[in-house]
T-cell receptor
Framework: DAGVIQSPRHEVTEMGQEVTLRCKPISGHDYLFWYRQTMMRGLELLIYFNNNVPIDDSGMPEDRFSAKMPNASFSTLKIQPSEPRDSAVYFC???????????FGPGTRLTVT | KNEVEQSPQNLTAQEGEFITINCSYSVGISALHWLQQHPGGGIVSLFMLSSGKKKHGRLIATINIQEKHSSLHITASHPRDSAVYICAVRTGTASKLTFGTGTRLQVTL
């Protein structure tokens, strides 16, 4: 299996622009997680889905952030409008219902100037 | 105070040394995870444990539920063990993980 796939791997954008991050979970996994990692705060859960349904979005910073999972093999995290403080590495992870072990994608490094 | 505290924050060791990384947490948990983040950024799961001890190669993880404490040990450390090691806890039946801030390990020749 290819593992969790994220795109793009790097994104540089200007403040105010819309940013869309993409994730393809491991086939057969029914949980998908979006995390953000910064030097100051470490890894934080933003939102997670089970069977394409958002279960806990309490970590989403504000209304500028939104996440969707239209089907079992694809999810997006959108920031609109982006701000410099959104600069971070965003990870997607997935797992299946029979194990709590999560598999992480390579991350997307976002820089907002 | 963070729910999950790790120590030390940074650790430098010479090849061959025995290494211990500690994780303390303040809430009741259903399981604790140890993760490794490579210098390139990728994150892999090392252990998931709710009691006792687990071993995989040169890595050993232990947990004491009563004391709310876990340790990750590396025997015969090697430069390829250089990474950030992250502790995370899961509570109840939820899937949500709460992370420590990580321990940056560098193993030199």
């Amino acid at each position: 299996d290819a593992g969790v796939i994220q795109s793009p791997r790097h994104e540089v954008t200007e403040m105010g622009q819309e940013v869309t991050l993409r994730c393809k979970p491991i086939s057969g996994h029914d949980y998908l997680f979006w995390y953000r990692q910064t030097m100051m705060r470490g890894l934080e859960l933003l939102i997670y889905f089970n069977n394409n349904v958002p279960i806990d979005d309490s970590g989403m910073p504000e209304d500028r952030f939104s996440a969707k999972m239209p089907n079992a093999s694809f999810s997006t995290l959108k920031i609109q409008p982006s701000e410099p403080r959104d600069s971070a590495v965003y990870f997607c992870a997935s797992r299946n219902h029979s194990s709590y072990e999560q598999y992480f994608g390579p991350g997307t490094r976002l820089t907002v100037t | 105070k963070n729910e999950v505290e790790q120590s030390p924050q940074n650790l430098t060791a010479q090849e061959g040394e025995f290494i211990t990384i500690n994780c303390s947490y303040s809430v009741g948990i259903s399981a604790l995870h140890w993760l490794q983040q490579h210098p390139g950024g990728g994150i892999v799961s090392l252990f998931m444990l709710s009691s006792g001890k687990k071993k995989h190669g040169r890595l050993i993880a232990t947990i004491n539920i009563q004391e709310k404490h876990s340790s990750l040990h590396i025997t015969a450390s090697h430069p390829r063990d250089s990474a950030v090691y992250i502790c995370a806890v899961r509570t109840g039946t939820a899937s949500k993980l709460t992370f420590g801030t990580g321990t940056r390990l560098q193993v030199t020749l």
